[in-house]
């Protein structure tokens, strides 16, 4: 039985999965202590935190928290050496992770990592670093395992954690996991969570997703305040609702609450937003995945500041931004997620807006296209179940919880 575990998250995204993680190694291991880097869901979760999660992503965006980091880091270290857990669980966050992970190689904690870098995506000689300094890989994208296993890494595709979220949320609504395999789009279902959201049941809902960072918001939500205006002077019954990420403070709500029109509805519950949803504009990222997960039609839409699009253009090597059409890809038995490789896929795709195509007239655009050709709305549909049994029988935090297990029994030997 585990008596200390420590995990690092670090954003909104991994902070949630690391609460998970923590109920499900409380539920299993009664009085284990666990301390960590997260946010509120993490603490109300059990953790002990010994220092908050970082909002920030990009080359110029990254510089301004650097201080901050290099002060968590120094914390992490210490806590490391005072506490000195049975096993350090990483989740994501790959630069501050793998620096963390070298010294506590060095202090012979053994390590899990969660969420892997996006190694095929780019940067692939990390995982040899990866292998020198991790135990085990638990790994929430199918394509991983085979790249992972080929370097001899120890490692186990789990399933996603956005499952765990989703089945939270649905036995809050009384749903059935067969049940939600069967039907996402029930009208009991949305009906209940839209008069909850405070919307009215009988109107379509769109959301609106701007992301999780506070960069990305300032760049997506004007835009998508302008699609909200434009939408209702087509289609006067739609309602909008925009989640926000838990981690972002008040500053942030008021931004949106300035910004976005008044009939929009805000949530801090994603999930929720999505169930209430019949279509929807996303920041790539989790959300597109959350999105496809609940089959709710999207347009994903991104932009970075020129220098961070410009250097990552020349570095990564996916044909998407999108997780959804990387996915899509993979099951297409292409054989690679890598541009420039595999077939040339037939099926339909998720539209993808990047930096100055994302905008209002090209969002509209697609959007008329979902709402109004039936065809093209149900393909999207079906091929966002092709993704979604992907997942569907997996429940990550579970496995996640026993591979930490696993470690510690190793551990006390």
């Known amino acids: 039985m585990l008596k200390k575990v420590m995990i690092i998250s670090g954003e909104s995204s991994g902070e949630l999965y690391g609460a998970f993680l923590a109920k499900a190694l409380i539920a299993e291991n009664p009085g284990i202590n666990i301390v960590g880097v997260g946010g509120e869901r993490m603490r109300s979760a059990g953790v002990r935190l010994v220092a908050g999660i970082s909002s920030s992503f990009g080359i110029t965006e990254a510089v301004k928290t650097y201080i901050e980091l290099r002060e968590t880091f120094k914390k992490v270290i210490s806590t490391l050496k005072s506490f000195k857990p049975e096993v350090l669980v990483l989740i994501d966050y790959p630069d501050f992770n793998i620096k963390v992970a070298k010294k506590a190689k060095e202090f012979g904690i053994k390590i899990l990592y969660y969420v892997?870098?996006?190694?095929?995506?780019?940067?692939?000689?990390?995982?040899?670093?990866?292998?020198?300094?991790?135990?085990?890989?638990?790994?929430?994208?199918?394509?991983?395992?085979?790249?992972?296993?080929?370097?001899?890494?120890?490692?186990?595709?789990?399933?996603?954690?956005?499952?765990?979220?989703?089945?939270?949320?649905?036995?809050?609504?009384?749903?059935?996991?067969?049940?939600?395999?069967?039907?996402?789009?029930?009208?009991?279902?949305?009906?209940?969570?839209?008069?909850?959201?405070?919307?009215?049941?009988?109107?379509?809902?769109?959301?609106?997703?701007?992301?999780?960072?506070?960069?990305?918001?300032?760049?997506?939500l004007p835009v998508m305040s302008e699609v909200i205006d434009a939408v209702k002077e087509r289609y006067p019954d739609y309602q909008f609702v925009i989640p926000i990420a838990p981690n972002l403070g008040d500053t942030v709500l008021s931004t949106i609450n300035k910004v976005a029109p008044r009939s929009s509805f805000i949530t801090r519950n994603s999930i929720k937003a999505l169930l209430a949803s019949d279509i929807a504009v996303i920041a790539s990222g989790t959300s597109a995945l959350q999105a496809a997960l609940l089959c709710v039609p999207i347009v994903v839409v991104y932009k970075l500041s020129p220098l961070t699009y410009f250097i990552?253009?020349?570095?990564?090597?996916?044909?998407?931004?999108?997780?959804?059409?990387?996915?899509?890809?993979?099951?297409?038995?292409?054989?690679?997620?890598?541009?420039?490789?595999?077939?040339?896929?037939?099926?339909?795709?998720?539209?993808?807006?990047?930096?100055?195509?994302?905008?209002?007239?090209?969002?509209?655009?697609?959007?008329?296209?979902?709402?109004?050709?039936?065809?093209?709305?149900?393909?999207?549909?079906?091929?966002?179940?092709?993704?979604?049994?992907?997942?569907?029988?997996?429940?990550?935090?579970?496995?996640?919880?026993?591979?930490?297990?696993?470690?510690?029994?190793?551990?006390?030997?």
């Open 116 to 220: 892997s870098p996006q190694v095929w995506a780019w940067r692939m000689g990390r995982i040899k670093v990866i292998g020198r300094f991790v135990d085990r890989m638990a790994l929430i994208l199918p394509f991983e395992e085979e790249i992972y296993k080929r370097a001899g890494i120890p490692c186990e595709f789990v399933g996603h954690p956005i499952m765990d979220e989703i089945r939270e949320v649905m036995n809050e609504l009384g749903v059935r996991s067969w049940e939600f395999g069967a039907d996402l789009q029930n009208n009991e279902i949305k009906s209940k969570v839209k008069e909850e959201l405070g919307l009215i049941p009988d109107k379509p809902v769109m959301a609106l997703m701007p992301g999780s960072r506070f960069h990305e918001i300032e760049k997506l």
């Open 312 to 413: 990552g253009k020349l570095i990564v090597k996916v044909k998407h931004i999108s997780l959804v059409n990387i996915l899509l890809d993979y099951l297409e038995g292409q054989g690679s997620v890598v541009k420039g490789r595999g077939k040339f896929f037939h099926s339909l795709r998720i539209k993808e807006l990047l930096q100055k195509e994302a905008h209002k007239e090209n969002i509209i655009m697609e959007l008329n296209k979902i709402m109004d050709d039936v065809d093209y709305r149900n393909e999207m549909v079906s091929q966002m179940k092709r993704v979604r049994a992907l997942f569907l029988e997996k429940e990550a935090s579970l496995r996640l919880a026993e591979m930490a297990e696993g470690l510690g029994v190793q551990a006390g030997v």
